[in-house]
């Protein structure tokens, strides 16, 4: 990290240089999201499958939690 950098600049600049684009949260995603089954209540998980399952994506994560909602998830 270059001095006077924070870790959240840090972030950006990293996964700025590495390709990645931000995904905005849309109403699609939160009805999505809001579709859910209520097993898993974890609000910010339930935001990334919503994601994920809108946007036609497999999550990346070692988090069976996620396997409740129906959403693909990989993690090797």
Request: glycine share 10%.
């Amino acid at each position: 990290m270059p001095h006077g950098e924070t870790a959240i600049e840090a972030i950006g600049r990293v996964a700025e240089q590495a390709g990645f684009v931000p995904l905005p949260l849309t109403w699609p995603h939160a009805l999505a999201a809001g579709a859910l089954p209520l097993p898993h209540r974890d609000p910010f998980d339930r935001l990334l499958a919503g994601q994920a399952i809108a946007e036609g994506y497999t999550l990346l994560s070692a988090d069976a939690a996620f396997d409740t909602l129906g959403v693909p998830r990989v993690w090797s």
